[in-house]
T-cell receptor, first 112, second 117 residues
């Protein structure tokens, strides 16, 4: 069955460093992958979408890579700030053609 | 910019009661999704509507039903509530990728926190 894996352990980094989060998937051939940010008790917020024919996508301090051979996406936040502390979810097409399945997310903690 | 609106924000019900959650999508978005998120869990897809017609069905219990109305707002109806239904319920809206109909980026509402006692 389709499976999305994100590191369940929180990632602790210092302010100013680059945070790198990993999303691995199996039994999928997704046309694209999405990354969301979620703060406690709030709805996920869309960050980036990368298509299967794109190797890399950037938006301000965010960068996403998508390796369909390795079945992996990396999500980078450069010059991280305490305000970046949140849970980051990756999402792929679900079993429905027009649905998303989310990974369990990785919590990022950026300390001053 | 207008966002997804959900009401109520908090709801407390007893076991076996019913609950109705409402969602008002972003104007001109053609698809509405409902998700359930338990504590420490990822959002689980329940059901979606495209242009007011049911589109996809996920892990929605038979006790739950949903519909989308002519004004595009959607309601999730939950009956015979169980303790395990306590969760955050999110509504999201999007415009599908017009060329392929796939789910595009989704915009989530603030959620309804349902507590069943």
């Amino acid at each position: 069955s389709q499976k999305i894996e994100q590191n369940s352990e929180a990632l602790n980094i210092q302010e100013g460093k680059t945070a790198t989060l990993t999303c691995n998937y199996t039994n999928y051939s997704p046309a694209y992958l999405q990354w969301y940010r979620q703060d406690p008790g709030r709805g996920p917020v869309f960050l980036l979408l990368i298509r299967e024919n794109e190797k890399e996508k950037r938006k301000e301090r965010l960068k996403v890579t998508f390796d369909t051979t390795l079945k992996q996406s990396l999500f980078h936040i450069t010059a991280s700030q305490p305000a970046d502390s949140a849970t980051y979810l990756c999402a792929l097409e679900g079993s429905g053609y027009s649905t998303l399945t989310f990974g369990k997310g990785t919590m990022l903690l950026v300390s001053p | 910019a207008a966002g997804v609106i959900q009401s109520p924000r908090h709801l407390i019900k007893e076991k076996r009661e019913t609950a109705t959650l409402k969602c008002y999508p972003i104007p001109r978005h053609d698809t509405v999704y409902w998700y359930q998120q338990g504590p420490g869990q990822d959002p689980q897809f329940l059901i979606s509507f495209y242009e007011k017609m049911q589109s996809d069905k996920g892990s929605i219990p038979d006790r739950f039903s949903a519909q989308q109305f002519s004004d595009y707002h959607s309601e999730l109806n939950m009956s015979s509530l169980e303790l395990g239904d306590s969760a955050l319920y999110f509504c999201a809206s999007s415009n599908r990728d017009g060329t392929r109909g796939r789910a595009g980026e989704q915009y989530f509402g603030p959620g309804t926190r349902l507590t069943v006692t």
